[in-house]
């Protein structure tokens, strides 16, 4: 079964959280849900998310694809030395890195230097972090083993990306059929 963790810090984007943690366990791939610091995270919009394991105790080797929400988290994340090297070690070794709205340009852009010649989106007006990188104003980007999304309102779009790269096409058809999701 492939693995994928989803890193959460205090004020993420909840839905940016949320959706890709259920549509991925839909899909049939194990997710873990490490917290930044905590077990029970708080996101932007005071709802509380309760993480599987901290991300200092997490063996961080052995994921197939990790996930990075945006929102203020996002900038937590990019000052976090252990998220930093467990996610250049992932994309290193060829791990799918999927981030979305602040993440691509704060985390993988600023702080990991992942984008450079790469082609990736992010929050508008966050582009402009990463003049290194190829930016696209597409919803999600997929460029080999990253990609990325825009906001809140394309986490369904940016999940069933992450079930395409991992399962397959099909599967990610067979999700959004039984989602309701239009236009994939």
């Known amino acids: 079964m492939k693995t994928v963790c989803v890193i959460l810090a205090d ?17 049939g791939l194990s997710v873990s849900i490490a917290g930044l610091n905590k077990r029970e995270v708080k996101g932007a919009h005071d709802i509380v998310i309760g993480a599987d394991v901290l991300l200092d105790n997490i063996d961080n080797s052995n994921f197939d694809c990790i996930v990075i929400p945006g929102g203020k988290g996002a900038e937590a994340i990019a000052k976090n030395p252990v998220a930093i090297a467990m996610i250049k070690r992932l994309s290193s070794r060829g791990s799918l890195i999927a981030a979305i709205c602040a993440a691509p340009a704060l985390v993988l852009g600023q702080a990991c230097g992942l984008l450079k010649g790469r082609r ?8 402009n972090l990463v003049p290194e ?26 999940s069933l990306a992450i079930v395409q790269a991992l399962l397959g096409a099909s599967k990610a058809k067979e999700l959004a059929s039984q989602t309701l999701s239009l236009g994939f």
């Not at 004020?11 to 899909?27: G, K, N, S």
């Not at 990736?120 to 582009?127: A, D, Q």
């Open 120 to 127: 990736f989106t992010c929050y508008p007006g966050m582009e």
């Open 11 to 27: 004020a993420c984007e909840e839905v940016e959280a949320i959706t890709p943690i259920d549509w991925l366990r839909r899909a």
């Open 133 to 158: 990188g190829r930016f696209e104003a597409s919803r999600v980007v997929a460029d080999g083993d990253l990609i990325t999304a825009r906001g809140p309102g394309c986490a369904a779009e940016f």
